[in-house]
Structures are given as structure tokens and as C-alpha cells.
């Protein structure tokens, strides 16, 4: 079967798509993970923490750049993806608005290049600057929204592994840290063409309008609310804990959060596979979507129990592993740090499956809104004191907060719904 026929047989498709998205997701969530027995030994610490709070940049401009379109446009191409024509509109228009973003992430990136644990190496601000902007561009909402995403997860995991290839082979030592970011960053703009010109053709091409970005901005505001406010004490955690405390304290906090976000982001797929689904049966009837609801918070919180049971126990054997004994107080704090792994995976159910579905999106805005307020009040106040025991507890209790108010609201709406 040629690489062509084979996205043609149905029945091909629906048997390799979880291997190949997850695969794909493993790739490229754990790529930086396969590296780092390689890279915490050619790099110095105190460089190495640098790199390590410029990537928390990054990811926090990818889910700025991002702006929720994953999930809003996710969620309405999932249901019109009949109208090819309404398709391309809404894909130009994001395409533009994110161009609009990026000028926005420029002026981002330009004020807190001079945070301190990366103030000796501003350089490494502007390559994550760049890797953002090349990964916000990627097409993953499309392939989701239509659920071809064999198809994109094929051409990531070949760019994945040429970037894994290409760290072994060019980062020799210290002075190429900056290779770390602009090897991510090239091999990116590669899948990404391959990846848009295929969208393009399926959906006939699309048009560039300023107009039309401003709208898409309009439209997606709320929903990137939840995901800014939320990647302030998760993606940018790193980075925030980098204004508090010692440079030197930075890697050693910064690969433990590395690895408890790694594991936490394994609930990734399962978004990308499930979200249309949860949409679609919502649209259908609320009876529907509650027994898909319940299903989910099942299946994922046994998921996160075991989780955060095989960090607890792994926690050393990993560190010591992927670090060497140098870090080895990474250890406290990656064990606390998969607290969050059964808290995240309750509440993403009560999130992407139960309010987005049903076009909640102010409600979750404002729950998180309210919960990274908490979050940057402690980590105010705890990290310069009590430092990496600090951060612990300023990234866990907003977690259990968010997962107490998010539970009431899905009980009295269910309790309503019955009631009905």
C-alpha cells in the first residue's frame, strides 16, 4: 500500500491513528527529554538553567501565539468541517492572526529578556522567540478538527527524529546551547510546510486578511484567556521561578518541572483524539455528553493516579538517570511536582470535555483567571523565602482549587440536567 492509499482506507486509518499520535506526541514532547543525559553533561549549569528558563519563555509565547485557537477552532471546524468553503475562511483568518501575535511576541520577548537567570544570554530569549513562532504555526488544530491526524503525525515524527539526530550530531559543548533552540526552530519551519501545503490542498487554499486576523483575535479572546492564565503556572513556571531565586537553584527546580510537565502532558493525545468527539456528542444531547463526561473522568483519573504513583517511585532512578548526581535535589521536587499529574488529568476532563464542548468558555476563563491570580500572589510571596518549596506549593494549590470549583459546577449542572 503506497503513503498516499493508505490515508484513503478508513479501516487503516482508524487502527494506526492512536499509534501514530501518540508516537508522535511522544516525539514531541519527549524529544528534549531523550536528550537530556546527553545535553546536562555537555552543557554547564549555570548555562543549562539559562536554556532552561528561555524554553519556559517559549512555551508560554507558543500558548500566547496559540491564543486558543486549538481548542476553539478545534471544536468548530470538528462541526462544520462539511462547509469547505467557511473551513478556508476560518484557516486564513487564524493563519493572519497569528502573524498579528507575533509582532505582539516580539515586543514580549524584547521586555523580559533581561529576567535574570537569562540576562548573560539574551540570545537564548530570541531563539525561543523563534521556535514559538515557527511551532504556533503548525496545523495540528486542522489534522484535529478533521481527524486526519495519521496524516500529521506521520511528517512530525520524521522531523522529530531529525532534530534528535541533529543535537547528537552539532552540540559538542557549552558554546552550542544556542543549537538546542535553532535546531528545534529549523526543523519545524520544514514540517510545517509540508504540513500546510497539505491543508492547503484539501481545503482549496486560503486567503490572508488583516481584517479577518482581527476578528479571529476577537472570536478565540476568551478561550486564550484560559490558556495564557493557565501556562503562567505551567509552561512559564520555570521562567517565573527564574525573578525569585538563584541562578544557580534554576536547573536543578527547572529539570524536575521539566519532567513532572513531561508526564503531565502524556493527557495531550488523548485531547487531541477525544475533543471532537466530546463536541459532537454535546451537539447531539446533553444525555450523550454527560455519558461520555463520565467515562472520561474514569479512564483519565486512573490514568493520573498511575501516573503520579510512577513518578513517586521512579523519581530518583529518572533524575539520576537523565541528570547525573550533580542534580539529585531534583528528586524532592519532581516527587511533589507529580502531585499535579491526577489533579491536571480530573480537571482537564471537567475542562476540554464538559465546558469547552459546551461553549463555556467565560465560566473556565474566569475560574483561571481567579486561580493564576492565587498562583503569582504565592509564588510572590513563598519563593523568595522558602525557594523551591515555595514554587511546590504555589504550582499544586491552585491545581486543587481549580479542581474543587470545577466540580461543583459539573455536579449542579449534572444535578440540573437530571432534574430536567
Same mark, same amino acid.
Given at each position: ?34 536528550? @537530556?543525559?546527553? +545535553?546536562?553533561? *555537555? ?8 536554556? !532552561?528558563?528561555? #524554553? %519556559? $519563555?517559549? /512555551? ?104 534528535? @539526530?541533529?543535537? +547528537?550530531?552539532? *552540540? ?8 538546542? !533552540?535553532?535546531? #528545534? %526552530? $529549523?526543523? /519545524? ?107 472520561? +473522568? ?123
Amino acid at each position: 500500500m503506497s503513503f498516499s492509499s493508505f490515508f484513503k482506507s478508513p479501516s487503516a486509518v482508524r487502527a494506526f491513528t492512536p499509534l501514530a499520535v501518540y508516537g508522535a506526541f511522544f516525539l514531541r514532547g519527549f524529544s528534549f527529554i531523550i536528550l @537530556l543525559p546527553f +545535553l546536562t553533561r *555537555v552543557i554547564q549549569p549555570l548555562t543549562w538553567g539559562a536554556l !532552561l528558563s528561555a #524554553q %519556559a $519563555l517559549g /512555551l508560554w509565547l507558543i500558548l500566547l501565539l496559540d491564543f486558543g485557537f486549538t481548542l476553539s477552532l478545534s471544536r468548530k471546524i470538528a462541526i462544520l468541517r462539511g462547509d469547505v468553503g467557511q473551513v478556508s475562511r476560518d484557516v486564513g483568518n487564524v493563519i493572519s492572526a497569528k502573524i498579528l501575535l507575533s509582532l505582539f511576541a516580539v515586543l514580549i520577548t524584547y521586555l523580559v529578556s533581561h529576567q535574570p537567570a537569562i540576562v548573560n544570554y539574551q540570545s537564548f530569549a530570541w531563539l525561543a522567540l523563534l521556535w514559538a513562532i515557527t511551532q504556533s504555526f503548525s496545523p495540528l488544530w486542522f489534522y484535529q478538527a478533521v481527524e486526519r491526524m495519521v496524516e500529521f503525525s506521520i511528517i512530525d515524527m520524521i522531523g522529530r527524529v531529525v532534530y534528535i @539526530l541533529s543535537i +547528537l550530531i552539532f *552540540v559538542r559543548g557549552n558554546s552550542d546551547a544556542y543549537l538546542v !533552540l535553532l535546531l #528545534q %526552530a $529549523l526543523t /519545524l519551519i520544514v514540517v510545517n510546510f509540508l504540513t500546510i501545503s497539505r491543508m492547503w490542498k484539501s481545503i482549496g487554499g486560503f486567503s490572508l486578511s488583516l481584517w479577518g486576523g482581527f476578528e479571529a483575535i476577537r472570536e478565540g479572546y476568551v478561550l486564550s484567556g484560559f490558556t495564557l492564565l493557565t501556562s503562567l503556572y505551567t509552561a512559564a513556571g520555570t521562567f517565573m521561578f527564574g525573578f525569585f531565586a538563584p541562578p544557580a537553584l534554576v536547573p536543578v527546580y527547572g529539570n524536575a518541572d521539566r519532567l513532572a510537565r513531561a508526564g503531565v502532558s502524556l493527557l495531550g493525545p488523548l485531547n487531541q483524539l477525544l475533543l471532537p468527539r466530546s463536541a459532537r456528542a454535546f451537539a447531539e444531547s446533553h444525555q450523550k455528553g454527560f455519558t461520555l463526561v463520565k467515562r472520561f +473522568l474514569l479512564f483519565y483519573s486512573l490514568i493520573g493516579l498511575l501516573g503520579f504513583v510512577a513518578g513517586w517511585l521512579l523519581a530518583p532512578f529518572a533524575v539520576h538517570l537523565l541528570f547525573g548526581k550533580s542534580y539529585i535535589k531534583s528528586v524532592h521536587y519532581l516527587r511533589w511536582l507529580m502531585v499535579l499529574f491526577p489533579l491536571t488529568a480530573f480537571n482537564t476532563v471537567l475542562v476540554y470535555h464538559f465546558l469547552i464542548p459546551l461553549a463555556r468558555d467565560k465560566i473556565v476563563t474566569f475560574i483561571y483567571t481567579m486561580i493564576s491570580f492565587i498562583t503569582l500572589c504565592l509564588i510572590f510571596l513563598l519563593v523568595p523565602r522558602y525557594r523551591g518549596d515555595g514554587m511546590i506549593i504555589a504550582m499544586i494549590f491552585p491545581e486543587f482549587l481549580a479542581l474543587i470549583i470545577l466540580s461543583l459546577i459539573y455536579f449542579k449542572a449534572y444535578r440540573r440536567y437530571n432534574n430536567a
